[in-house]
């Protein structure tokens, strides 16, 4: 079966760096467009970045120039770096696989001095 498993999240300052992965398995991952969202706390969830199986990428305004999406397709992983962190990036992050309803856990990410 479809699994997903982000880790990487912390407590980081403002300003700070974290690296989130997402380690997939259950379907041909190196085929398949990849995303990761978040949802902040009473916020809805939001999209934040994908990248396509060849490497084309979209971000939301909110974190262009400073999160990149990257994956590592003889892994199985996605990664989102993520540089300049502000307190509204705080939030549960998640992975996805675009097109289809697998969610993984999640993992925390806490902007806070």
């Known amino acids: 079966q479809v699994q997903l498993v982000e880790s990487g999240g912390d407590l980081v300052q403002p300003g700070g760096s974290l690296r989130l992965s997402c380690a997939a398995s259950?379907?041909?991952?190196?085929?398949?467009?990849m995303s990761w969202y978040r949802q902040a706390p009473e916020k809805e969830r939001e999209l934040v970045a994908t990248?396509?199986?060849?490497?084309?990428?979209y971000y939301t305004d909110s974190v262009k120039g400073r999160f990149t999406i990257s994956r590592d397709n003889a892994k199985n992983t996605v990664y989102l770096q993520m540089h300049s962190l502000k307190p509204e990036d705080t939030a549960v992050y998640y992975c996805?696989?675009?097109?289809?309803?697998?969610w993984g856990k999640g993992t925390l990410v806490t902007v806070s001095s």
């Open positions: 996805k696989r675009r097109y289809y309803d697998n």
């Open positions: 990248i396509t199986g060849g490497g084309v990428t």
């Open positions: 259950g379907f041909t991952f190196s085929m398949h467009a």
